[in-house]
């Protein structure tokens, strides 16, 4: 929605707000010359590294890296959408955004959904108060939770009765209950979806309702029930507890994913606030890819059963595809029997502290499963455990961390003998292979660049990248760089690569806004090589899903499940062609 805003409204917006005065009333700043200092808000500091310009309208922190304008600002502030930032910029300012009928219409259909699950929210707590609700009372007093917790994460408790909530709604707000199916009409008659459950509210990043989730008081064959979807709720992209752990910890550099509600709530009562959970029974790519918007640390916490190692692998599966240098992922599994619920409220947070900090590491969670059951003494249990790694190391893109495991396995697998030529062929390896007790024979690493340098870089090549450049940008806040230089790319109306050089060759603020751009960048790859691993970080979704559909015709080929229609479609996709 943010390209229904007119650009000219957003120059404008910007021209407008006093970056001192927005900044300043969220950070202590100190008059330096031209600019302010401060400590910057987005890492821990002793000295002062962030600065201000508000003559030039930007912020850079020297010690993070952290740079932008007033919008990029309350976004990383205050964890909004873009669209959110600039309506609170407009606010401040007293204007009124401008969007067109189509965008007030499509916002405005879902006000009216978040206000009907705002009065549900509000109907499930009052109930929670309520003579006939001492049932729950007593059970979320047995599980530990006190009132404080109780009022944080918003618990409340849906009646027995199975139109209480409809009956209790104005006549405006039961076709949005309806809509968000919230209430049901599936049988001609309004009917509550939730009745005798512990409700838990599932809140976006901004604080608003758009869902909820109800464990069972009684004997319901579901234990657990959670809201459709909706035109404001997709399930796979919600991530429960983030604005709870956003509130708590104004730095969030960590999330400790865990598996159930009152898990999240468990250990944020004991002080551990990073802790959240995905909806669903699998963390999927989706909801990696929104776990990550926020952190490049996640550790994954499961249960030490049979299901949790099951989870880890499946969460471990669709990790793989997403993983590039930067990005830290870990595993905790935990004592069988016990959950992060029962064992924090047993052994306390510090010791639970020290299992988060002891997690295991992405590479040897990989190789620790797969290399279950095998004796690699034996030269057939080494071909088994290759067999098995290399087609989860093939998922992933190409980086030092993946070029360090096919090290790795190839050691495991302790390989001895002459292999053909093209034994490691595409796979960063050349063909010559083990000699004796020679080690393997490599390519030259390949530098490997962020997404921000290399989407910087290949704006200077091609600046009508511009525009994909900054919507990526609005989505992905570690494309910081890359959006600002988008942005005034598209402000300075820059569609040549020689016009990009003329201008921050000769243009004072345009220097001085990207003086340190490149900073830590020792080699550039060829233009074409540029714009290539642009359009990948800009495209990544397509090629994504074909190897994932090529993956299962194949688990179904080997299941003896195969059609000709699968032939065929295996044939397509395996020839490169899109999804």
């Known amino acids: 929605m943010s390209g229904l805003i007119p650009q000219r409204f957003i120059d404008d917006l910007l021209d407008r707000v006093d970056l001192a005065e927005l900044i300043g009333s969220r950070v202590t700043l100190k008059k330096a010359g031209g600019s302010y200092k401060a400590r910057c808000p987005f890492h821990d500091e002793k000295t002062p590294s962030f600065n201000v310009r508000p003559d030039k309208g930007f912020y850079h922190c020297f010690g993070c890296g952290a740079h932008g304008d007033a919008i ?63 049932f729950a009372r007593d059970y979320l007093r047995q599980r530990g939770l006190d009132a404080a917790t109780i009022e944080q994460y918003q618990i409340g408790f849906a009646p027995g009765d199975g139109t209480a909530l409809h009956q209790a709604a104005e ?52 234990k657990y029930i959670n809201s459709p979807e909706s035109d404001v ?36 009562q004991n002080g551990i606030h990073e802790a959240v959970a995905t909806l669903g029974t699998a963390t999927n ?92 003494d034996q030269p057939e249990h080494r071909g088994e455990l290759r067999a098995r790694v290399e087609p989860l190391l093939n998922k992933m893109p190409r980086s030092t961390l993946r070029d ?100 921050l060759a000769y243009d004072s603020q345009a220097r001085a806004r990207f003086f340190h751009l490149f900073d830590g960048i020792e080699h550039v790859p060829e233009r074409d090589n540029l714009i290539a691993s642009a359009r990948e970080i800009l495209t990544p979704n397509q090629e994504a899903v074909r190897k994932q559909k090529i993956a299962a015709l194949i688990k179904r080929k080997a299941a003896g499940e195969f059609t000709a229609d699968d032939h065929r479609e295996l044939k397509r996709l395996s020839s490169g062609e899109g999804v």
């Open 233 to 268: 709720f997709h399930k796979s992209r919600e991530i429960y507890g983030l604005y709870e752990a956003q509130r708590a910890l104004r730095r969030l550099d960590r999330l400790l994913v865990v598996e159930g509600y009152m898990d999240v709530i468990a250990l944020s």
């Open 171 to 222: 006549p405006g707000l039961r076709g949005p209950l309806i809509e968000t199916g919230t209430v049901s009409d599936k049988f001609g008659r309004p009917r509550d979806l939730f009745r005798n459950r512990i409700m838990f509210p599932i809140r976006n990043t901004r604080g608003k309702t758009i869902a909820f989730g109800g464990r069972t008081l009684g004997d319901d064959k579901a």
């Open 72 to 134: 990029s600002f309350v976004r990383e502030f205050d964890h909004l959408g873009f669209t959110e930032a600039v309506e609170e910029l407009a606010r401040r300012a007293g204007l009124e955004v401008p969007y067109d009928q189509a965008a007030r219409q499509e916002m405005q259909q879902a006000r009216t959904l978040t206000d009907a699950l705002e009065f549900a929210n509000g109907f499930y707590r009052q109930a929670l108060n309520q003579p006939g609700a001492a």
């Open 404 to 503: 360090a495991m096919w090290h790795e396995m190839l050691r495991l697998c302790g390989r001895r003998w002459q292999p053909r030529n093209d034994s490691f062929k595409g796979k960063g390896f050349k063909g010559k292979g083990f000699r004796g007790a020679e080690r393997v024979s490599e390519d030259p690493v390949e530098v490997r660049l962020s997404k921000d340098g290399s989407l910087s870089l290949a704006l200077i090549e091609a600046p009508d990248l511009a525009e994909e450049v900054l919507e990526a940008a609005r989505r992905d806040r570690s494309l910081r760089q890359a959006g600002s230089l988008a942005q005034w790319i598209r402000e300075s109306d820059i569609r040549q690569h020689r016009e990009v050089i003329a201008a």
């Open 285 to 376: 790519q989706d909801s990696m890819q929104a776990l990550l918007r926020h952190v490049r640390h996640i550790v994954f916490c499961f249960d030490g059963d049979n299901a949790g190692f099951r989870a880890a692998d499946r969460a471990m599966d669709n990790a793989l595809e997403l993983m590039a240098d930067g990005l830290h992922l870990q595993f905790l599994m935990l004592p069988e029997g016990e959950d992060p619920d029962t064992l924090v409220r047993k052994e306390g947070a510090d010791a639970f502290r020290k299992r988060i900090e002891g997690a295991t590491p992405l590479s040897r969670f990989l190789f620790d499963r797969q290399s279950q059951g095998l004796d690699l």
